[in-house]
């Protein structure tokens, strides 16, 4: 090659991460007269460049928000800032259900549900999905830019076990784009059942080059009313990291190292330090939810009909109690997943379950009417 330059620079990293490069190195027989670790590390900044390079599109920012009901409903929300990089006429969506619950929900179908044709079964679990794109940039919590009209919108109905959309974009190499993603499934959460695993999870999954990645995942305690202890022992949401081949990574050493380290924070309801901000980031998922239930798609379709529009206004009643916990990892791992776990409590029964609506409904009522002949300046309360 003629014209070919190398340019000497020096990369400053931990003593760990310097430590483990030489050992990859050494383990795949790297001989390079400048030492073994810059040959390993040239090629993984030029595979990672090319990546970046070479996608279709990158995301710039990604943030997800999910809300796990007390009946076992789960709620996301997804945007993403995209550039391209290259021309493109559609934008391609998907979400799908994790395995593991695909499973489950066969098992219950042929127990319970055996007159049902399994791929309407399985679109009877989704109260909703709804696709979006919009030109240049959007902020999550401005909600009245993400009442413009978009680009393309689309609501998948004929999806069973997954949902997806191709969103007209016809936009050029170098533009911004905002995607959003919504769901909601009915009775998504795994029940503790015999010789299964303990925990139950949110899967986030990296599957195009990004940066910028935040989660915040809020589970209702009143989830855990069948486990029958005090709210205290109830364990704290937990970050895991798998791979599409479902492989778990031990612990968090997958981003231990601090060029790539991540923030995170946890806790519950009770703490008002951080509780506050947790309530008003919900507060905002679910008037983002409600909106789209009144909208329509650019091709005319209803996001929901009405019965599943009545399922999702009372599932999102803001809870008296929750657990959450948010993540912000700048630089978080191509191909990976993040996943956001808790406990699995047990199925509650049908008695119980009626019970638990009954005295949910006598303290909702209960605030409505306490709330009628409180006067300015008197103390108003749980916001």
């Not at 050493?253 to 601090?258: F, I, K, L, M």
């Not at 239930?293 to 996001?303: F, I, M, N, V």
Request: one cysteine or more.
């Amino acid at each position: 090659m003629t014209g070919f330059q190398e340019r000497n620079c020096q990369i400053r990293m931990s003593s760990s991460l310097w430590n483990l490069v030489g050992e990859i190195a050494a383990e795949l027989g790297y001989a390079d007269t400048r030492g073994p670790h810059s040959a390993i590390i040239r090629e993984m900044v030029a595979a990672a460049a090319a990546k970046w390079t070479c996608s279709p599109y990158v995301c710039r920012s990604s943030d997800y928000t999910a809300f796990v009901t007390k009946d076992g409903n789960i709620f996301l929300r997804h945007v993403q800032i995209l550039r391209l990089n290259s021309l493109r006429e559609k934008l391609p969506c998907f979400i799908e259900m994790k395995p593991e619950k695909r499973d489950y929900y066969r098992k219950q179908k042929d127990l319970n549900h055996q007159d049902i044709p399994e791929n309407k079964w399985f679109q009877r679990q989704w109260l909703l999905n709804y696709f979006s794109v919009w030109s240049g940039k959007k902020s999550l919590d401005d909600l009245k830019s993400f009442e413009q009209k978009p680009l393309s919108s689309y609501v998948d109905h004929f999806g069973t076990t997954y949902k997806s959309a191709d969103l007209a974009v016809h936009a050029m190499s170098g533009r911004f784009l905002t995607r959003e993603t919504i769901v909601g499934l009915k009775d998504y959460v795994q029940w503790k059942e015999p010789r299964t695993p303990l925990f139950d999870r949110i899967d986030i999954p990296i599957d195009i080059p990004t940066v910028d990645l935040q989660v915040c995942v809020i589970v209702d305690q009143s989830l855990f009313e069948s486990l029958r202890i005090d709210r205290e022992e109830i364990a704290n949401l937990g970050l895991e990291f798998r791979n599409r081949e479902s492989a778990r990574f031990e612990g968090k050493d997958v981003a231990q190292y601090p060029e790539i380290r991540f923030d995170e924070q946890f806790g519950r309801s009770s703490d008002p330090e951080s509780s506050g901000a947790i309530r008003r980031h919900l507060e905002l998922f679910g008037q983002r939810l409600t909106s789209i239930l009144d909208s329509r798609t650019t091709e005319g379709q209803k996001a929901t009909d009405s019965a599943g529009r009545i399922a999702i206004v009372t599932s999102l009643r803001p809870p008296d109690h929750f657990l959450f916990y948010k993540l912000r990892w700048p630089s978080p791992h191509l191909g990976i997943e993040v996943c956001v776990r808790w406990e699995k409590p047990p199925r509650p029964t049908a008695s119980s379950s009626a019970l638990l609506e009954k005295g949910a409904s006598r303290r909702f009522s209960s605030r409505r009417r306490t709330a009628r002949p409180q006067k300015k300046g008197q103390d108003k309360g749980r916001e």
